[in-house]
């Protein structure tokens, strides 16, 4: 088990080493990337200075040598247009996102889970196709046309609804929902699989033999074996669904969150923004999807043990 | 957009069938799919022939009309017409038709790129393996979104570039696919045969393996293709697409987002659009995947 542990967390590492790279050297790739930030009528030498501010100088690969020891030494660059460390900008729209991000897999968690139980058990009868039904579309259907329509319908129409920012808990409806809607149709097609994996188990007939309520032997014997599947399919699709969708959904609602910045400086070219900001968000999907890859491991003794 | 999987693809396979076995086996939902399908292709095929004008053509006496059956409709513009005064079911055919292509284009690359490498690392082995392997992880750990957001900031909003963008979408699945059947494959007693007649690796991979593996592959492509007329769609949408006046229907729905309190069909209309497209190729894609997993038949 130690063994697979030490694997899997240096696998981890090469992972991100090669995303830093690629990284550094795609943002290279584009010419100088100053072009956008020198003002026409700028003077040699003070386009040689802004070249050294920003650490431009030099050739590529000396750059990238010094790009990784400010890197160690925790200094991520300065943003072009703001003139200030890209850690702090990004630091200050963690939060946001992070609130956004709960809010949405509560909500994914707490829908899809039940959802899923409900269409496995019933899957001959109607409520079974309705449920799936439901998921199908919450599937088909883009988010950022769900926000628009969403936007549309409770702002402009029935002014129930604010569109802009994140002050209230009514802010939250939104894109919550619109962030949630793809999760939850995943989530629910997968609980119901993992749920009907586990009914045609010969545990449950000998639960149902035992003489257990249907409601007992659904939810203790049945739920209980298939979270584990489903938790760790929470862990390791939601992790980069939601980086995907929040980068729609922020940019929609102006929420000032991660997504939002990453669109930002991408259409402003702000590229120590963008690096520092992509960088960030894949850091923190490839730390959460190893931890969960690890708990999974730990949580499911037939894997603990061939892994060992 | 990454998927859920509800099954690991490389155990999927496509027992053969004629277009009419399909047809009769499907359900009513799938073959309202498999039509409209049909139609949104050809509707994008013969846009140039069909679209009642111009899709850049401005006339700024007619801006913001609504479409027919409302009030102040205007004779001959039957979905309305923009901010400029173009005509949305013409700008919507456009939009379709670049939208399609582009996804189709992507959809191939994407597919003979992973195919190539995935049979690389299957055949090849050692180093060549490790590598594309390692490549495979690097993508899937990082959501493709990013990726698609700094390529974009760094080459450009560029109609070649959004291309290439949606090739690499999807890559690692067809790789992972066609590596994981090689290596079942390769074990074969047709392919020892093969070798032992002396066919070279090339050979054998082309002709021997690759098209024992066309089946999962098939299923693969219709379903990253919804995928990637999501991703096209969102990045038009963010402005980091096509660039005015060009239009795919993602745009058209980001830039007629400013419109929506007054003029609501400007988005109306391309959403619509997408919503059909993506319906019928989910719907697709969803036939194909469960008619090739044994294990989901009578679920």
């Given amino acids: 088990m130690l063994e697979f542990v030490a694997l899997r967390v240096a696998r981890m590492f090469v992972t991100i080493f090669v995303i830093v790279t690629a990284v550094f050297f795609a943002t290279r790739l584009s010419g100088d990337a100053l072009d956008f930030v020198v003002a026409p009528g700028m003077t040699e030498e003070d386009r040689i200075a802004l070249t050294a501010y920003y650490g431009l100088d030099g050739t590529t690969w000396q750059q990238y040598v010094r790009y990784l020891g400010a890197f160690m030494q925790g200094e991520f660059g300065l943003s072009f247009l703001e003139r200030r460390p890209v850690a702090e900008i990004v630091a200050e729209r963690i939060w946001p996102s992070l609130q956004l991000l709960l809010a949405s897999v509560g909500f994914t968690l707490s829908v899809s889970i039940p959802l899923g139980v409900i269409a496995a058990v019933y899957r001959q009868s109607w409520i079974g196709s309705a449920v799936m039904s439901l998921a199908f579309l919450g599937y088909a259907i883009p988010n950022f046309v769900l926000a628009t329509l969403l936007v549309l319908i409770f702002a402009y129409t029935l002014n129930w609804l604010p569109v802009v920012g994140n002050g209230t808990v009514w802010h939250f409806l939104m894109p919550t929902f619109a962030l949630s809607a793809y999760m939850i149709a995943g989530l629910t097609r997968f609980t119901r699989n993992a749920m009907l994996d586990v009914l045609s188990q010969d545990y449950m007939r000998t639960a149902r033999a035992k003489g257990l309520a249907e409601r007992v032997v659904i939810l203790k014997h049945g739920l209980r074996n298939a979270s584990i599947t489903v938790l760790s399919v929470v862990g390791l699709q939601i992790a980069g669904l939601a980086a995907s969708g929040s980068v729609v959904v922020e940019t929609i609602f102006s929420w000032p969150g991660l997504g939002d910045l990453l669109v930002e400086s991408a259409i402003r070219r702000d590229y120590p923004v963008l690096q520092f900001g992509v960088l960030s968000v894949a850091v923190a999907v490839i730390l959460i999807n190893t931890i969960v890859d690890l708990a999974y491991t730990w949580a499911d003794p037939r894997l603990r043990l061939a892994r060992a | ?299």
């Fill in chain 2, 1 to 299: 957009m990454a998927d859920i999987p509800d099954t690991a693809p490389s155990r999927l396979r496509l027992p053969r069938l004629g277009l009419r076995d399909l047809w009769a086996e499907a359900d009513s939902i799938q073959r309202i799919a498999a039509l409209l399908a049909i139609s949104l292709a050809l509707a994008a095929l013969l846009a140039p022939w069909i679209a009642p004008y111009d899709p850049t053509a401005q006339s700024l006496l007619s801006r913001l009309r609504p479409p027919v059956g409302f009030e102040r409709f205007k004779d001959g513009f039957w979905l309305g017409t923009d901010e400029l005064g173009r005509d949305m079911l013409s700008r919507g055919l456009y939009g379709l038709r670049l939208t399609l292509t582009l996804a189709m284009l992507g959809a191939c690359i994407g597919l003979a790129v992973g195919s190539v490498l995935g049979l690389l690392a299957g055949v090849v082995g050692g180093i060549a393996d490790s590598l594309v392997m390692a490549l495979v992880d690097v993508q899937i750990a990082v959501p493709f979104t990013l990726i698609a957001l700094l390529v974009v900031a760094v080459f450009g909003a560029d109609i070649e570039v959004l291309i290439i963008v949606l090739g690499v979408y999807g890559w690692e699945q067809y790789a992972r696919i066609v590596r994981g059947e090689v290596l079942k494959l390769r074990e074969m007693p047709f392919v020892e045969a093969a070798r032992a007649t002396g066919a070279s690796q090339a050979r054998i991979a082309l002709v021997h393996i690759l098209p024992n593996v066309t089946s999962p592959l098939v299923v693969q492509f219709t379903l990253a293709f919804s995928n990637i007329v999501l991703l096209e769609s969102t990045l038009s949408f963010l402005g980091l697409g096509v660039q005015p006046p060009t239009a795919t229907l993602g745009s058209m729905v980001g830039i007629g987002r400013d419109y929506m309190p007054s003029a609501p069909w400007i988005v109306m209309v391309p959403a619509v659009a997408i919503l059909l497209v993506t319906f019928a190729v989910q719907i697709m894609g969803d036939w194909l995947r469960d008619r090739a997993d044994v294990r989901l038949r009578g679920r």
